[in-house]
Antibody, heavy 122, light 107 residues
Framework: EVQLVESGGGLVKPGGSLRLSCAAS????????MNWVRQAPGKGLEWVSS????????YYADSVKGRFTISRDNAKNSLYLQMNSLRAEDTAVYYC???????????????WGQGTLVTVSS | AIWMTQSPSLLSASTGDRVTISCRMS??????LAWYQQKPGKAPELLIY???TLQSGVPSRFSGSGSGTDFTLTISCLQSEDFATYYC?????????FGQGTKVEIK
């Protein structure tokens, strides 16, 4: 069974940093591109970042470029999101998500984690 | 970026109704479109991809159609468990974008 379990969310002050983790199991993690998608309270879904299976291709939304860094450790079946210079508008539930097509940079998301809440407030 | 207009934002319906949700793109995306269902406090779930292909395990009352710029999600006979929020997503080009969402509520 595919499982994605996020951790690392919490309350942080504006300008602060946080590192999210996603532990993957139930599939060959090293074969799939992974995404972070976020959802502000009461709002819609927003794609944040994508990383290819071997980390060769990395993409960011303009809203986080230069502040967030996506990475992965295939040996540990883990995905990460380092978030720096956090702003109030970064407050959201952050989902770890798997792309269905193994070799794709873009695609449909077939599995989502349960999400971890990041709150940026003084 | 490709802009998406999803409508309506709120849909009031009764069990047994046939409902349709529309998603319109600012430019053509062939059939690179997915539909997701999200219930309160839960992660989204994939319903349809490639505009009209039903994800494994999804009931056949869900269907999708369209290509290019105009797409539709149809629920043929609304069930109680279908009251939720639905999102379209294009994966034709970066950044992948989601529609604003359609909340299907009990009439």
């Amino acid at each position: 069974e595919v499982q994605l379990v996020e951790s690392g969310g919490g309350l942080v002050k504006p300008g602060g940093s946080l590192r999210l983790s996603c532990a993957a199991s139930g599939f060959t993690f090293s074969s799939y591109s992974m995404n972070w998608v976020r959802q502000a309270p009461g709002k819609g879904l927003e794609w944040v970042s994508s990383i290819s299976s071997s980390s060769s291709y990395i993409y960011y939304a303009d809203s986080v470029k230069g502040r967030f860094t996506i990475s992965r450790d295939n040996a540990k079946n883990s995905l990460y999101l380092q978030m720096n210079s956090l702003r109030a508008e970064d407050t959201a539930v952050y989902y770890c998500a798997r792309l269905a097509e193994a070799a794709a940079g873009l695609g449909r998301i077939d599995y989502w984690g349960q999400g971890t809440l990041v709150t940026v407030s003084s | 970026a490709i802009w998406m207009t999803q409508s309506p934002s709120l849909l009031s319906a009764s069990t047994g109704d046939r409902v349709t949700i529309s998603c319109r793109m600012s430019q053509g995306i062939s059939s690179y479109l997915a539909w997701y269902q999200q219930k309160p406090g839960k992660a989204p779930e994939l319903l349809i991809y490639a505009a009209s292909t039903l994800q494994s395990g999804v009931p056949s009352r869900f269907s999708g159609s369209g290509s290019g710029t105009d797409f539709t999600l149809t629920i043929s006979c609304l069930q109680s468990e279908d009251f939720a929020t639905y999102y379209c997503q294009q994966y034709y080009s970066f950044p992948p974008t989601f529609g604003q969402g359609t909340k299907v509520e009990i009439k």
